[in-house]
Nanobody, 125 residues
Framework: QVQLVESGGGLVQAGGSLRLSCAAS????????MGWYRQAPGKQRELVAT???????DYADSVKGRFTISRDNANHAVYLHMNSLKPEDTAVYYC???????????????????WGQGTQVTVSS
């Protein structure tokens, strides 16, 4: 069974920093792109940042220059370093994997568009 487990959310004052982590557990063979999304109350889920298997990042305009996404392929993990946080960054942050290969009954199987359980980030003014 494959699972995405997030950690690192919390309450921080405006201007502060947080680091989110997400690790894929299970018998993982490879992971394609990984990313972070967020959903604020009453709003749709939106892309925050993505990173390819080759470590090429992409960011939403609203977080460029403040957030940094990185990944550890050996440990099947992705991170989001958030600096200069603003109250409008308050949201539940979700880890996403667009496609991964994993061992199921000694054979490789695919899993698409997998999500973590979400971690709350609250930025106070």
């Amino acid at each position: 069974q494959v699972q995405l487990v997030e950690s690192g959310g919390g309450l921080v004052q405006a201007g502060g920093s947080l680091r989110l982590s997400c690790a894929a557990s299970g018998r993982i063979f490879s992971i394609n792109a990984m990313g972070w999304y967020r959903q604020a109350p009453g709003k749709q889920r939106e892309l925050v940042a993505t990173i390819t298997g080759g470590h090429n990042p992409d960011y939403a305009d609203s977080v460029k220059g403040r957030f940094t996404i990185s990944r550890d392929n050996a440990n099947h993990a992705v991170y989001l370093h958030m600096n200069s946080l603003k109250p409008e960054d308050t949201a539940v942050y979700y880890c996403n994997v667009d496609h991964l290969l994993y061992y199921k009954d000694s054979k490789l199987d695919h899993k698409y568009d997998d999500w973590g359980q979400g971690t709350q980030v609250t930025v106070s003014s």
